[in-house]
């Protein structure tokens, strides 16, 4: 049996699973106004250094930490959040996939920013 629709706070009847055209263009605007102020990824450490030692990493870590998978990502295990001894220390570095990284490695940073 399917779910009934679900009224959206500007009062529009949106289906269920579904988000009302109101939320996304607010996300779409929130998202603009963050990238305004974001340093570009060249000013975060994101270098020709980096992509060298990247590759380096992931092909002495060719798989996920998470599943066992091909890695294509190196991501530090702790947020750098500009600390470049943080970002340059690889044992905080994980090989992980673009799918874990992409879903598993950001639900667990939304729920630790919750936490702390």
């Known amino acids: ?3 009934p629709p679900h009224l959206c ?3 529009q009847l ?3 699973g579904a988000r009302c055209s109101c939320q996304i263009q607010r996300d779409r605007e929130r998202k603009a106004r963050f990238d ?3 340093p570009s990824s060249r ?5 020709h250094e980096w992509r060298k030692a990247r590759a380096e ?5 060719p798989t996920c930490a998470f599943c066992g998978a091909p890695a294509g990502v190196v991501d530090h295990v702790i947020p750098h959040k500009g ?3 943080l970002f340059w220390d690889r ?4 090989a992980l996939c673009k799918p874990c990284h992409d879903r598993q490695k950001q639900m667990q940073e939304r729920y630790n920013h919750i936490i702390s």
């Open 1 to 3: 049996m399917p779910r």
């Open 9 to 11: 706070t500007c009062g």
């Open 14 to 16: 949106v289906p269920h």
């Open 36 to 38: 305004q102020k974001r």
């Open 43 to 47: 000013e975060r450490g994101y270098t």
């Open 57 to 61: 990493f992931l092909h002495q870590h």
């Open 83 to 85: 600390d470049m001894t």
């Open 91 to 94: 044992t905080n570095w994980q």
